[in-house]
């Protein structure tokens, strides 16, 4: 069973800022790796698949990096409705499982 | 525009059993497999269950096998997930998501906002 961590498991910043969010991955997951933005009382909404291709909609200053087991995602400049916690996905050892990493929480 | 809406969420006893459903629009849901992910209350996702187009390929997780079952009505734009044997911890918001194939695996790309399903005596 593969176990996805994250790091940390809190950001602060301040908008403007650079965020940079880790995942890390207990065996080598190829690229097959996708990230989640998700809002208080909202649904997840799925902003980054393939390790680093953005999804239909999200802005530019979201970019994905990384392959095996280390991975990145990096918000250039935080904006406003940025903040928000981030959940990372494997999918190469499919299945059984999709398992998600516990959460990076972004805040101010 | 694609749209997936939860529904059937509810207030069960420890033993009971609930049906969920999820309603997709905007597109095609017999070209689409199909995961159920919930959340426990101020905790992350987990992933329940998965269902491919004709329903030949479904799996769940380990926390819910042998009590849930997920299916689909592709006539009916519709998926579903019955739960049995409902414990404490199934305690969540359960989310209906479509799932995209990429490589080895599968990411979901459309959300829907979610049911919640407590389960208290």
């Known amino acids: 069973e593969i176990v996805m961590t994250q790091s940390p498991a809190t950001l602060s910043v301040s908008p403007g800022e650079r965020a940079t969010l880790s995942c890390r991955a207990s065996q080598s997951v190829s690229r097959n790796l996708a990230w989640y933005q998700q809002k208080p009382g909202q649904a997840p909404r799925l902003l980054i698949y393939?390790?680093?291709t953005r999804a239909t909609g999200i802005p530019a200053r979201f970019s994905g990096s990384g392959s095996g087991t280390e991975f990145t995602l990096t918000i250039s400049s935080l904006q406003s409705e940025d903040f928000a916690v981030y959940y990372c996905?494997?999918?190469?050892?499919?299945?059984?499982?999709?398992?998600f990493g516990p959460g990076t929480k972004v805040d101010i | 525009e694609v749209q997936v809406v939860e529904s059937g969420g509810g207030l069960v006893q420890p033993g009971g059993s609930l049906r969920l459903s999820c309603a997709a629009s905007?597109?095609?849901?017999?070209?689409?497999?199909m995961n159920w992910v919930r959340q426990a209350p101020g905790k992350g996702l987990e992933w329940v269950s998965y269902?491919?187009?004709?329903?030949?390929?479904?799996y769940y997780a380990d926390s819910v096998k042998g009590r849930f079952t997920i299916s689909r009505d592709n006539a009916k734009n519709s998926l579903y997930l019955q739960m049995n044997s409902l414990r404490d911890d199934d305690t969540a918001v359960y989310y209906c998501?479509?799932?995209?194939?990429?490589?080895?695996?599968?990411?979901?790309?459309?959300w829907g906002q979610g049911t919640l399903v407590t389960v208290s005596s």
């Open positions: 269902i491919s187009t004709s329903s030949s390929a479904i």
């Open positions: 996905q494997q999918y190469n050892n499919w299945p059984p499982g999709l398992p």
């Open positions: 393939g390790a680093s």
């Open positions: 998501a479509r799932a995209i194939w990429d490589s080895s695996g599968y990411y979901s790309d459309y």
């Open positions: 905007g597109f095609t849901l017999r070209g689409y497999s």
